[in-house]
């Protein structure tokens, strides 16, 4: 899967956020996703977590091998010190 493919399916489910993904195997396989969105504010990372898997939907179990995520709220962005 090409990570264009998975920028597409997360952009759609998170439209005004910020969505980055990277292949750094460059395998098609490992994607590391960051999300940014207000709709987790009071979500559990837990929570979070399972909205991004619900946007991959079946490629989650088909096409994506291994998937690092990591989201937070604009609000757990802006204190974190906008990591990268």
């Known amino acids: ?12 489910a998170f439209p005004e956020d910020t969505v980055r993904v990277e292949n750094p195997q460059g395998d098609g ?7 940014i969105s207000g709709r ?10 399972q ?3 619900a946007a991959l939907g079946d490629s989650m179990r088909e096409a994506i091998h291994a998937l690092a995520l990591r989201t937070y709220t604009p609000d757990q962005w ?7």
């Open 1 to 12: 899967m090409a990570p264009r493919d998975v920028q597409a399916l997360l952009a759609k």
């Open 29 to 35: 396989l490992h994607f590391q996703v960051q999300v």
């Open 40 to 49: 987790f504010q009071g979500k559990t990372m837990v929570e979070q977590h």
């Open 51 to 53: 909205m991004v898997y």
């Open 78 to 84: 802006a204190k974190a010190g906008a990591p990268r």
